[in-house]
């Protein structure tokens, strides 16, 4: 049997609009729009000049402990590629 012959959707469809949430109004638009961008526009003037320069630190990959009994290194999309080492 398909799905079609098994579920009532008329019904279904008028159930999920009586339990959909009605929509909220007068949030955003165009007064938020300007507020945010006058906001924006005086942030520099009231706060100060921020630094904008990224700060790039390098990290230690994490490599296999040499004492560990079993190492996996798994290759995604590609299982072929990976490998694992089981010690005594």
């Known amino acids: 049997m398909s799905v079609e012959v ?3 959707w008329e ?3 008028r159930r999920a609009e009586a339990h959909r ?4 109004r007068g949030r955003g638009g ?3 729009a300007v507020l945010a961008a006058a906001l924006w ?4 003037v009231v706060m100060g000049e921020k630094q904008r320069t990224p700060v790039i630190e390098e ?3 994490p490599t296999p402990d040499p004492n560990d009994r079993v ?3 798994l290759v995604p999309g590609d ?9 005594d």
């Not at 526009?41 to 520099?44: E, S, T």
């Not at 299982?79 to 010690?87: D, K, L, T």
């Open 6 to 8: 098994v579920y009532d």
């Open 11 to 13: 019904e279904f469809d």
């Open 21 to 24: 949430a009605p929509t909220p």
């Open 30 to 32: 165009v007064g938020a």
């Open 41 to 44: 526009a005086v942030d520099d």
């Open 59 to 61: 990290a230690a990959l």
């Open 71 to 73: 190492v996996v290194f």
């Open 79 to 87: 299982p072929r590629s990976s490998w694992a080492r089981v010690r």
